[in-house]
């Protein structure tokens, strides 16, 4: 810990005590045990407990990871004149913050720099307890958590959405004093390949500050990973291979999805195109792409050719077939943009058209292919 009370009860921070002043015991904010000053060559000075305690909020052996990264960010927030209170204990939470912040005067933003491993139950108990409380929580994740080519259960616990970067998710990089910002997340039908774009700030860059941050991010705009029609057509036979891949493995999540198909006289490689695309695709609904979709359609074509339906309608049905990962810091209104946002691409597609606020007209069913070879001519016919 960073922070102790000293005899007088008031709050002292390890960096800025001097071992001369220290009068009498220094106590731990949590459990009230006494405390000693650590300090070393490599490590950061901090508090620590006399013995093996069994402070509730405080353990042993914090990394020399969480202790820097929570320096870095009190001091740079201090820096920009953030108010800023380093293990800020709130006693009707019983939550220790590793940060607590004020951009406006009403709302206080909790900060978790999250470098160990915490279950899931844990994370949504302590989301959900902030967010009650009328805090809001920004976890920002240490190196364990660096993202790969798919994104991990854990990562996902994490992620955010906002209407500019889309799907984000912080990262703090002490050896380097970097903040990053992984948005834009989207990943691949086929095995679920993550991409994202990063952005970075130098938290020793004193010309960067959280404004210019917020600024940055009210201008940008999402730009397609696949953009031409060579590189969506690319991306979708490697999709289709990828299929025909998981047919061949029993252990596939597919394969129930294929019994489906079957007993609706359809076929997982004769679907139809739409339901791979958008090539990009949501990292938040656990389910294979061109399954959902199919549900979509299902559901469509159960209505029948001009028939009017609302979004709301739609919305209900949907969120009922569907499943979403475990994603506390994303609301159900963005799970349901998801849905919505489907609609908006059937709408290009001519298979719908929206009449009014809200309300969609069906105009055609969409076409299922006879055989893999008619479906295969379909998916090459722009490529020569
Ligand atoms: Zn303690």
């Not at 798919?150 to 209407?163: D, E, G, I, V």
């Not at 799907?167 to 990943?187: A, G, V």
Request: charged share 20%; with cysteine; net charge positive.
């Amino acid at each position: 810990m960073l922070i102790a009370l000293d005899s007088q009860n008031h709050y002292v921070q390890a960096d800025l005590i001097k071992e001369k002043n220290i009068k009498g015991s220094l106590f731990c904010p949590g459990c009230r045990q006494p405390v000693y000053l650590k300090r070393g060559k490599i490590k950061i000075p901090h508090f620590s407990h006399y013995q093996a305690s069994d402070c509730f909020l405080f353990s042993e052996g914090e990394t020399l990871e969480h202790l820097a990264g929570k320096q870095m960010l009190s001091q740079w927030f201090t820096q920009q004149e953030i108010p800023c209170m380093l293990e800020a204990y709130l006693p009707k939470l019983k939550q220790r913050p590793d940060l607590l912040i004020w951009l406006d005067q009403k709302i206080p933003v909790a900060i978790e720099f999250q470098c160990s491993f915490i279950s899931e139950a844990n994370m949504i108990k302590r989301t959900q307890s902030y967010q009650k409380a009328g805090y809001k929580v920004i976890w920002i994740l240490g190196k364990r958590f660096k993202l790969k080519r798919k994104l991990t259960a854990q990562q996902r616990l994490f992620l955010y959405y906002h209407k500019n970067l889309n799907y984000h998710i912080f990262f703090l990089d002490t050896n380097h004093q970097k903040l990053h910002i992984f948005y834009h997340l989207i990943q691949f039908e086929r095995n679920e390949l993550l991409k994202s774009r990063n952005y970075q700030v130098s938290l020793t860059n004193k010309k960067i500050t959280l404004k210019t941050i917020i600024n940055h991010f009210e201008t940008l705009t999402y730009q397609p990973y696949v953009e031409s029609e060579i590189a969506q057509t690319k991306e979708l036979l490697k999709n289709h291979q990828f299929l025909m891949r998981a047919l061949r493995n029993s252990q596939s999540k597919l394969i129930d999805f294929q019994r489906v198909l079957y007993q609706a006289h359809h076929h997982l490689l004769f679907l139809p195109i739409e339901l791979h695309l958008p090539i990009e695709q949501s990292v938040i609904i656990q389910m294979q792409n061109c399954q959902w979709k199919y549900q979509v359609v299902r559901w469509l074509s159960k209505k029948g050719e001009n028939q009017v339906f609302t979004s709301r309608e739609y919305v209900q049905n949907m969120m009922t077939q569907l499943l979403f990962y475990p994603t506390p810091l994303i609301t159900k209104k963005i799970q349901q943009k998801e849905l919505i946002r489907y609609l908006y691409f059937l709408e290009t597609q001519q298979i719908i058209h929206q009449i009014a606020h809200h309300q969609w007209v069906v105009l055609k069913k969409l076409v299922f292919f006879n055989s893999e070879e008619e479906k295969l001519m379909e998916l090459t016919k722009n490529t020569d």
